[in-house]
């Protein structure tokens, strides 16, 4: 990775983005608040690492939704190859493909390698208004597993005493409809905030 590169510190607005999340569907980050975000930024589609970890987050969506957190995939990967990606690994949380412009958003997050053209494996935690509360980046043959996610989404709704973080720990939440239920919620909000301005 280049150095001159940081990831965003704890504390700091996560920059909003809108990627494709299919050929012909977009996710926004600014779509998903009203709970944590997990963004996983990992170099490729097919490596056997990433495949791994992409397949860990998906084993344990039950404990993301715990804390009513969607986890996010972000690679430089097209949509297409993000589809078939998806389909063979049973993957069902978004991946977003940062392909054009190429890296913009794990630019944005300090998370691209100008070296090799790819996405560094970065992860954050960002908070219910949008803010980043963890992020960590890990050597990119090394899968970095749940754990630190999990503990910073404890970390997380421990300090917001569990307000609006835990929902009921035996549900099954679909990720698909999770996602949907946010983005008309904020799309509500913010349409209630137009209709407010004179």
Known sequence: MSRGRELLSSGQRAPN??????????VALSDLRGGPVVLAFYPADWSPVCGDQ??????????????????????VDGAWCHR?????????FPLLSDFHPKGEVARRYGAYSDDDGVAERALYVVDPEGVVFWSDLS??????????????????????KGAQMRPDADRDADIAEQVAGRREANQARRDGLEDETP
Not at 54 to 75: D, K, T
Not at 147 to 158: C, H, R, T, V
């Open 17 to 26: 983005f809108v990627l494709p999340s299919t050929p012909d569907q977009h």
């Open 54 to 75: 992409m397949a860990l987050y998906q084993a344990v969506l039950p404990e993301f939704a715990r804390y009513n957190a969607i986890p996010v995939g972000i690679s």
């Open 139 to 160: 050597p990119r043959g090394l899968n970095p597993g749940a754990d630190g996610i999990l503990n910073a989404l404890e970390a997380l709704s421990a300090e917001r």
């Open 84 to 92: 078939a990606f998806a389909e063979d690994r049973a993957i069902r």
